[in-house]
């Protein structure tokens, strides 16, 4: 394990960071009107897309949390199994809330869940790199060319 300290520290978070609001830019950029539409992979709209962003940080807050207090993570022993019933859970808590909630929500699950990174000391975040790049960067990454094509396909021709 290599400690994240001093300049790869603050370039870890600057990426972190960089890659959010790449996030927050593609959601910005889909109209408002069309973020409960259901025109993304899966049958998702924008709002469940944000909405299971926000869950995961929320996730990975706890997680990072039970490390700076010394508690041992929950183990899970069957991960595809957990992921599935996590999703489905995240999308049937915020599937009938306004726009404005979710929103609300993923702006707080984010702010809580940089927090909790930018708390991290550099042992424990050596340790917990892979899963702040989980939850946000890759994470992330995993659905802005969805954002960015959803906007292009309601955009006019030029």
Not at 21 to 29: G, I, K, L, N, S
Not at 37 to 49: N, P, W
Not at 98 to 113: G, K, R, T
Request: charged share 35%; proline share 4%; net charge negative.
């Amino acid at each position: 394990m290599t400690l994240v300290t001093g300049e790869r520290r603050e370039a870890f978070l600057a990426d972190e960071k960089d890659a959010r609001a790449t996030w927050d830019a593609a959601v910005a950029a889909v109209p408002v009107t069309a973020v409960a539409d259901r025109v993304l992979a899966d049958d998702r709209s924008v709002k469940d897309l944000v909405a299971h962003i926000a869950a995961w940080e929320r996730w990975a807050e706890e997680r990072l949390a039970a490390r700076i207090e010394g508690r041992a993570p929950v183990r899970i022993p069957d991960w595809h199994a957990f992921e599935h019933d996590f999703n489905a859970r995240a999308h049937a808590r915020w599937r009938d809330e306004p726009w404005d909630a979710v929103a609300a929500e993923a702006a707080a699950a984010y702010a809580a869940f940089r927090e909790r990174v930018e708390q991290l000391d550099d042992e424990q975040l050596a340790r917990a790199e892979e899963l702040i790049k989980g939850c946000g960067s890759r994470h992330y990454a995993e659905y802005v060319g969805q954002l960015r094509d959803l906007v292009d396909r309601l955009s006019p021709p030029r």
